[in-house]
Every structure is written in C-alpha cells, then in structure tokens.
C-alpha cells in the first residue's frame, strides 16, 4: 500500500459510531508498527457546490481512468481518517502524478503547512 493508490476501505461516520466501506485516497504508507493508514474520503455523491479542498474525478477523463473508480466522483481532502490497514479490503486503482500534485497542494493549503 502505498500515498496516492485508491482501496475500499471501512471509513468511519462522521456523525455517528460505525464504518462503511468506501474508496478512499491514501495518504500516507503503513505509518510505522502502528499499522495505521491516513485516509481521505472518496463519494460518488458530488455537492452542488465544491469546496476549494475537493477534487473531482471523472473516470471517463484519460487523467483519472487509473483511479479504478467506476462512476465520477469527488474527493473530499477534508474528510480525513488514520484507519487500521487491517480495514483495507482492495486496491482499485491510484491517482494520476497530476492528481496526487493538486492533492498535496489543496492539503499543504488546509493545513497551513
């Protein structure tokens, strides 16, 4: 498992106890022993109005046809879990270099770092 590879992954609510499976970016490798994986979220249901931190993936574009997604999607960089590697069922598929670039910079901006 490796930062910009896209997996069905539990992903925990935000509202309520529990996990749904789901696509998710990774963010990171394995992080150490903790064998913990950040996380952002991936939704087939785009809002009406996008947030500066999200990106839109449409796998019909030749940009994102490696994300493995099925239907266009969006990416929520702010919505952000550390999941148990144990969670991740499969891989689908990865971001393109351009991509994972747009990624870090929206997240660099998020974070203030």
Do not use: C
Not at 76 to 94: C, P, S, W
């Amino acid at each position: 498992m490796q930062a910009g590879e896209i997996h069905l992954a539990a992903f925990p609510f935000g509202d309520a106890p529990g996990m749904k499976l789901r696509p998710v970016l990774l963010l990171t490798p394995r992080i150490a022993s903790t064998n913990e994986i950040l996380v952002a979220y991936v939704s087939s249901v785009i809002p009406p109005a996008t947030l500066p931190t999200d990106i839109v993936l449409d796998p019909q574009l030749a940009e994102h046809r490696q994300t493995g997604l099925k239907v266009t999607s969006v990416l929520r960089l702010h919505k952000l879990a550390t999941i148990h590697a144990t969670t991740v069922r499969r891989r689908l598929g990865r971001l393109s270099t351009e991509s994972m670039d747009q990624a870090r910079a929206k997240l660099r901006s998020l974070l203030e770092i």
